[in-house]
Nanobody, 126 residues
Framework: QVQLVESGGGLVQAGGSLTLSCAASGRTVSTLTMAWFRQAPGKERELVGTVKWNGVTTYYPDSVKGRFTISRDNAKNTVLLQMNSLKPEDTAVYYC???????????????????WGQGTLVTVSS
């Protein structure tokens, strides 16, 4: 079983930066493919980015590419989401997700992931 706990959400002005953290327990992150999703009020949950078990291969959708970066801290068993140039439309609850998988192909839908954190709210003011 994998437990995920997100932290780092808060209120930030447009153009600002914020770093979210996802602490994993129960497994080391080197055995997990992990992702960040977000869900804005009244909208479906959407993928923000993924990082494969190797800690190197990442994927970002166009909506955040060039602004968001996922990294991994193996010593802390944590995955980080660095968010820069934030926009009001980035306002959402951000969720960390994980799957015990070393598959070559990473799932891009929320149904592919088995473990989820409780979410952390990010609010970007204009």
């Amino acid at each position: 079983q994998v437990q995920l706990v997100e932290s780092g959400g808060g209120l930030v002005q447009a153009g600002g930066s914020l770093t979210l953290s996802c602490a994993a327990s129960g497994r080391t992150v080197s055995t997990l493919t992990m992702a960040w999703f977000r869900q804005a009020p009244g909208k479906e949950r959407e993928l923000v980015g993924t990082v494969k078990w190797n800690g190197v291969t990442t994927y970002y959708p166009d909506s955040v590419k060039g602004r968001f970066t996922i990294s991994r801290d193996n010593a802390k068993n944590t995955v980080l989401l660095q968010m820069n140039s934030l926009k009001p439309e980035d306002t959402a609850v951000y969720y960390c997700a994980a799957k015990e998988s070393r598959a070559l192909v990473v799932g891009l839908s929320d149904g592919w992931y088995d473990f989820w954190g409780q979410g952390t709210l990010v609010t970007v003011s204009s």
